[in-house]
């Protein structure tokens, strides 16, 4: 289909350093640092937040696709991803992904939606990408 590109660069030491990133379109871009990533400085962004948008719109796109080709069309999804960044005796990492998903959908059953946002959460390309994290969801319909 198509290689999409993004790039960053560290200058500096880690926990004095700073880097950026960029997206290959040039519509995402930013900065990032030790204290973003590890403290409590939301100046910034980190990778992990990065990972929870890019998952998050993945998500809400794939169940849109799927509820739509079930002949369900929606008329909203959104997807939240809180995603769970800690350590381990191996150092940082990610111990799991919730995806938060409200969906307003017209003359669907619950059973059906919850078929078809499993069938999302499983099949979403950074799901899969991301298939050695434990990744929680909870779907619901809204009016």
């Known amino acids: 289909m198509a290689i999409r590109k993004a790039e960053a660069v560290w200058n500096g030491t880690l926990k004095e350093g ?3 990133f960029k997206g ?10 030790y204290k973003t990533r590890f403290e409590e400085d939301n100046s910034q962004t980190n990778p992990e937040e990065l990972i929870g948008s890019a998952h998050a719109a993945c998500y809400a796109m794939f169940l849109a696709a799927q509820l739509t080709g079930a002949e369900f069309p929606p008329e909203r999804v959104t997807a939240t991803a809180l995603v769970d960044f800690g350590r381990d005796d ?3 990492l990610i111990n799991g992904i919730t995806l938060n998903v409200e969906a307003k959908v017209a003359n669907i059953t619950q059973e059906k939606f919850d078929e078809l946002a499993q069938k999302s959460k499983e099949g979403c390309p950074i799901s899969r990408a991301l298939a050695s994290v434990p ?3 909870n779907a ?4």
Request: hydrophobic residues 25%; without cysteine; proline residues 4%.
């Open 18 to 20: 700073s880097g950026t």
């Open 24 to 33: 290959g379109s040039g519509a995402l871009s930013g900065g990032y640092t």
């Open 90 to 92: 191996k150092g940082p």
């Open 135 to 137: 990744i929680t969801l």
């Open 140 to 143: 619901k319909l809204v009016s």
